[in-house]
């Protein structure tokens, strides 16, 4: 590849990188298509035919009142013709119990036809309206979503001059079909058509945009993901340091190149190009899985029930492996035919073979932590993710060949191989045996197998950080340990009390205690069968200029939270991060919290007319009103979505949307007061 396809290629990843960190907010992961079938010279077909992205589901027609979003169609113009039956739903459609909702819900996923048929009745007809339908993923919900249709064409010649139909008649008729949804609670309600008594300015002001503010806000995300990634890699290449298959290399190979250059200076440079190209192989590992799988894949691939469970297999056939069980190794092939290589060479070429013979030899202790490092990355939004991490690894596992290198006097210092290497291992196996749950989890939330509700999954957990705290005192042995030690290293033993006391804060999660440091990890609160802790949180308001008012007066920041009656990702918000007593008590004495729902169906007073990308649009349910001003104001389409503002509307701090770890929650609300209480003063 010449210079000019090198940088054909860079620009066009910085394009796509641009592209995706300035619309990371705003998707579109449903792609339909419109057309009309006339099936004889009386009926004709209106045909919506949707492309799913990987990790969305739409949901089907005719749901409960009570459910998500059902797909339904409305009909503001019917010349010629009249609706036979109702809309129909084609697919592989995918039926499972929801436990939140308590009951049976089907979607569609990867692909969807929703059919409506209409019969002919006049000469030519002319129709047109929308299709409305709900989708959501593992972590977010769209609003009620709209695909406009308008076909037209000719009956048969011997039928009656086409005559409107009325629009109310049919409107109502597919408001039946569809189930509308129910209210906000009375306690909750606010009276809509009631505005906050303020200035048309304090109103224009209140709903002034502020997406440039808030990805100012979010951009310390990207730095933060990149070095809690390379942070990560780097202390899985520390721990990969000393396992058995490279700790003792480490010497040999220092030692062979200081006596084979003849003078010291030459044996550094060597070794330092020996740091280098095991950089070079691991990064390049780290570039071929972004390129392989894509920009977007590794997170759309994380969230989908399939990989979930490979990565939860996998990750068990490691710590299996780490246990002793059986060894995985690389074709000895491979080995002898690249070490044989570097005997025969000289140079670069040479110093090259040997890093990556100690990346193939080294493959059955490395192997386990860096698949590991791979599918955690996976769930990071960082399209560089797998390079950053191998980055990390291959710098912590460089770092030694080139310090012993530049100061040989320390390879006297440094600790024997030993049996202390095994115990690396053996607790490294414990620690991805309990990290596999948490993927197999993911999967059976998506499937509603409801095999590892979280007493189960805390079960497992307490068991398994149980044996391994057994295991560092001393008090478990496997069949490869050391039989000559009797006696465990103090530092095990202080490990190992640690993980027998993390084992006993876990038992009150049993019966329903919000557990902090595992709530990121566990499946949330609401799949608990036996819970005795209550702490709901309801929403002051739910109308945002009322809600703004009532800051105003009090002089508090405001919690927004974007919301769906549907959306399964809040209601799980709601119960495993708003019942967290510390997160309650923020959010009923430290903010005023409005949550706007954006597929309420109440009628607006009045329809709003706003310009969106270009084109007038006629606002007229409370719901379209809220997923509007989520759009223009913050830049976003799904929820759950939390912003905290200021009484005039400007964000605090960045925004916040699925993610269950309470710590995150209360720091994301600790920064909102810290930079209220700055403006306030």
Request: charged share 15%.
């Amino acid at each position: 590849m010449n210079y000019t396809h090198w940088k054909s290629a860079w620009l066009t990843l910085f394009l796509a990188i641009f592209t995706l960190a300035t619309h990371a907010q705003l998707i579109n992961p449903v792609h339909f298509s419109v057309q009309q079938k006339q099936i004889s010279p009386t009926e004709v077909d209106l045909v919506f035919t949707g492309k799913i992205d990987a990790g969305w589901h739409v949901y089907s027609t005719g749901l409960p009142s009570d459910g998500p979003i059902s797909a339904s169609l409305a009909v503001d113009k019917a010349v010629g013709v009249q609706k036979v039956g109702k809309l129909q739903a084609r697919g592989k459609e995918i039926n499972t119990f929801d436990k939140l909702f308590e009951m049976n819900l089907r979607y569609f996923e990867h692909a969807v036809t929703f059919v409506q048929k209409f019969k002919i009745t006049g000469k030519t007809y002319d129709v047109k309206g929308y299709l409305e339908y709900g989708a959501c993923n593992d972590q977010n919900c769209l609003p009620p979503t709209q695909v406009d249709y308008h076909i037209k064409g000719n009956g048969p010649a011997e039928a009656p001059e086409a005559t409107d139909v009325a629009a109310t008649a049919l409107a109502s008729q597919a408001k039946a079909d569809s189930v509308g949804k129910v209210g906000i609670p009375d306690s909750a309600k606010t009276d809509t058509t009631q505005m906050a008594a303020s200035s048309s300015d304090v109103k224009a002001e209140l709903w002034k945009p502020v997406v440039k503010e808030l990805k100012i806000l979010n951009g310390d995300t990207l730095s933060r993901s990149w070095f809690y990634i390379f942070l990560m890699g780097f202390v899985g290449g520390l721990l990969a340091l000393f396992t058995p298959c490279v700790w003792p290399i480490i010497p040999m190979t220092v030692s062979f190149f200081l006596k084979r250059a003849g003078d010291r200076s030459r044996g550094v440079f060597d070794a330092v190009l020996y740091g280098v190209s095991i950089i070079v192989i691991y990064l390049s590992l780290g570039l071929i899985i972004t390129g392989l799988f894509g920009a977007s894949s590794l997170n759309t691939l994380a969230t989908d029930a399939g990989f979930n469970i490979f990565f939860f297999l996998m990750l068990v056939v490691f710590a299996l492996s780490f246990f002793g069980w059986f060894e995985l190794t690389l074709p000895a092939s491979w080995t002898n035919s690249v070490d044989s290589k570097a005997s025969r060479t000289s140079g670069l070429l040479s110093i090259f073979l040997m890093a990556f013979t100690l990346a193939l030899v080294s493959f059955s202790c490395t192997g386990p932590i860096i698949g590991f490092l791979l599918v955690e990355v996976s769930n990071a939004e960082n399209i560089l993710g797998p390079a950053i991490g191998m980055f990390g690894f291959a710098l912590a596992l460089a770092l030694p060949f080139t310090l012993f290198a530049l100061f040989p006097t320390w390879l006297k210092k440094v600790p024997k191989s030993g049996g202390w290497m095994n115990i690396i291992k053996v607790s490294l196996g414990f620690i991805e045996l309990a990290f596999s749950l948490k993927f197999f989890s993911t999967a059976d939330m998506a499937y509603g197998w409801h095999l590892l509700d979280r007493e189960v999954f805390l079960s497992l957990w307490i068991v398994i950080f149980g044996l391994l705290g057994l295991y560092l005192i001393g008090k478990l042995k496997f069949p490869h340990d050391d039989p000559s030690s009797h006696a465990m290293p103090v530092p095990c033993i202080m490990l190992g009390l640690v993980s027998l006391a993390f084992s006993v804060y876990m038992i009150p999660g049993l019966w329903g205690a919000p557990l902090k440091a595992v709530s990121a990890f566990a499946p949330p609160m609401m799949t608990q069968d036996f819970n005795l802790y209550h702490n709901e949180v309801r929403a002051q308001y739910t109308n945002y200029e009322e809600g703004m008012a009532a800051a105003a007066a009090q002089r508090k920041p405001v919690l927004i939270d974007f919301t769906g009656f549907g959306c399964t990702n809040c209601r799980e918000m709601e119960a495993a991060v708003w019942t967290n007593p510390l997160v309650a008590d923020k959010l009923k004495n430290d903010y005023v919290l409005i949550s706007l729902y954006v597929d309420d169906r109440k009628p607006l007073a009045e329809p709003m007319e706003v310009v969106e990308n270009g084109k007038k649009r006629t606002l007229r349910t409370v719901g379209e009103k809220w997923s509007y001003l989520q759009r223009s104001k913050f830049g976003a389409n799904v929820q759950p979505f939390y912003v905290l503002l200021d009484t005039k509307g400007m964000p605090l701090t960045k925004s916040y949307s699925y993610d269950k770890n309470v710590s995150h929650y209360l720091d994301f609300l600790n920064k909102g007061l810290d930079e209220a209480r700055k403006k306030e003063k």
